[in-house]
Every structure is written in C-alpha cells, then in structure tokens.
C-alpha cells in the first residue's frame, strides 16, 4: 500500500521560505508521478508541482513558476517542495499525492481528488502579510 506522508508545514511572514518534504513509500513499480497540491478555504484543491519517476521532469503552475522548486530524493523516498518568496495567497493546507496512470500534465489539472490514486494527510502553510 502507498502510503505519503507529509511535513515541513508552518507559519511564514511574506517574502520568507519554507521546505515541504513528503514521505513516499510502498510503490510497487517505478512508473508514477507525484505531485504536489493545494487547498486554501473555501476554495478548490489545485495542482502547484509534480515530478514523474521516469525521468524527474517536474511541471509547475504559472503562479509559483520561478518561486517553488520540486526535486526527489529516490534513495531516502522522498520528494520535497522548496518555497521561496512566498505570498500571502500561498495560504494553504498542501498535500502530496501520487498515481500510476496519469501523466503531470494531467494530474496538475484535476480538481476531483477521487481521481488520483493516493493522498497525504496535509500539511498547513500559512504566509503571514
């Protein structure tokens, strides 16, 4: 069984940094994506990064493009999400999750969470103004 789980999450004055990691184990093949997502209230779970296992492409949203920085660590079987420059707007409860069939392409713009295979708990990051 797939199991992710998350950490690093906290609070951060604007401007400032912060390093998400994510505890992935259990896969049963090497063929998969993992990405990174967010839900702020009252708003809708969004793609911010993954990363495919083949061969460590990551893909980003526009909006963190250039500030956040996706990279795994295959060997320790996690992945982690660099923060920098953060905003206020990056408020969020994000979560780490993973699947078999979809490309990041595709995983980045779902928005119903029953489609993709395994999640996180979630970890809270909240960037004070």
């Known amino acids: 069984e797939v199991q992710l789980v998350e950490s690093g999450g906290g609070l951060v004055p604007a401007g400032g940094s912060l390093t998400l990691s994510c505890a992935a184990s259990?896969?049963?093949?090497?063929?998969?994506?993992i990405g990174w997502f967010r839900q702020a209230p009252g708003k809708e779970r969004e793609g911010v990064s993954c990363?495919?296992?083949?061969?460590?492409?990551?893909y980003y949203r526009d909006s963190v493009k250039g500030r956040f920085t996706m990279s795994s660590d295959n060997a320790k079987g996690t992945v982690s999400l660099s923060m920098t420059s953060l905003k206020p707007e990056d408020t969020a409860v994000y979560y780490c999750a993973a699947d078999f069939a979809l490309h990041c392409e595709s995983l980045l713009v779902v928005t119903t969470p029953g489609a993709i295979d395994y999640w996180g708990q979630g970890t809270q990051v909240t960037v004070s103004s």
């Open positions: 990363i495919s296992s083949t061969d460590s492409h990551t």
């Open positions: 259990g896969f049963t093949h090497d063929d998969y994506v």
